[in-house]
């Protein structure tokens, strides 16, 4: 094959050559977004929108291909009436559906205990039925300690402040809460991180989605503060879908 007319050669000597990335959970709500997307090797997401991150632009032109990511069980309802949200978000034409936050354990899933153990038990099921998590950990990247200032990205020069929930402070890249607010997230953050290393532990296969705009998520940016974060709880950096530490066999009790 011959290399085209005028082509540029980079020296990726050392490095790695990979396929673009899939967000697996963003927004985007215009071009400057689309761009920023593309800048940092984002070229799927499962795109969503709500009240704290805006309409969806499926009209951006370049643009990462848009999966269209729907949503059940915002508010509480009986089973039946979450069938019928369903079968309205297919009409709609969504290509996956979000389990909300008041979906009932008793409609979905059994319900966790806090323990280590109950934690890995349960991820052994999870892991065993084939599914797939998306922690979402970027959403706390600003309350784990030695973040960065995403400000400082070269991308986040195309993004603006004004259309992101809770941004970071552009000089501080720190939110702008403080006191007792800061120190319950900061826990909250770290809790995440305990509980998804756990499920690591247990076998769980796991997906990258950023959560972008909200909480100072950013387009593009925040899925690489994603996939390092799912280093930090175990997963390899180069490999896909590596192979976990054995789980204790006491964990394995009544999980079949």
């Known amino acids: 094959m011959e290399r085209p007319a005028g082509a540029q050669i980079l020296d990726a000597k050392g ?19 689309a761009n920023a997307f593309l800048a940092m090797g984002v070229t799927s997401i499962l795109g969503v929108e709500s009240t704290r991150r805006g309409p969806l632009d499926r ?11 729907g949503e059940v069980g915002y508010e509480a309802a009986p ?60 959403l706390d990247y600003l309350d784990r300690p030695g973040h960065a200032n995403p400000w400082e990205e070269p991308v986040a020069a195309i993004l603006d402040a004004r259309d992101i929930h809770w941004p970071a402070d552009p000089t501080t890249g720190e939110h702008a809460y403080s006191g007792d607010k800061a120190a319950a997230y900061r826990t909250i953050a770290q809790a995440e991180m305990t509980l998804d290393a756990n499920y690591f532990q247990a076998g769980c296969r796991y997906l990258a989605g950023s959560g972008a705009d909200v909480w100072g998520t950013m387009p593009g940016i925040s899925l690489h503060h994603e996939l390092a974060a799912l280093v930090e709880v175990g997963h390899s950096p180069v490999r896909p879908w590596p192979r976990p530490p054995a789980i204790p066999q006491e964990y394995l009790a009544g999980t079949t």
Do not use: W
Request: charged share 20%; hydrophobic share 50%; net charge negative.
């Open 79 to 138: 089973l039946a009436e979450l069938l019928d949200e369903i079968e309205h978000e297919k009409a709609k034409g969504a290509d996956v559906l979000l389990a909300m936050y008041r979906i009932d354990p008793d409609q979905m899933l059994p319900e966790l205990a806090a323990d280590t153990k109950a934690v890995q038990a349960y991820g052994v099921k999870i892991a065993a039925g084939g599914a797939a998590l998306i922690p979402t950990l970027s």
């Open 15 to 33: 490095g790695f050559l990979v396929t673009g990335l899939i967000d697996c959970f963003a927004a985007l709500n215009h071009q400057g977004q």
């Open 59 to 69: 009209d951006s032109d370049p643009s990462p291909h848009i999966f269209l990511l």
